[in-house]
């Protein structure tokens, strides 16, 4: 998920996910995704060398 919201819980992204797995619109390596496993936060620090 790009740009999540601050605060974002555990329980919020499972239920987002579960709804994407219902409605089957994604799919990785062609196959279905059928079960939640994990959500990550991916946090870029950016450092300006100038």
Not at 2 to 20: N, S
Not at 23 to 39: D, H, K, R
Request: no cysteine; charged share 25%; proline share 2%.
């Amino acid at each position: 998920m790009a740009d999540p919201r601050e605060g974002l819980t555990l329980a919020e992204a499972k239920t987002a996910a579960d709804k994407i797995i219902a409605a089957n619109v994604l799919t990785s390596g062609g196959l279905e995704l059928t079960e939640f496993t994990e959500a990550r936060i991916k946090t870029v620090t950016i450092d300006v060398l100038a």
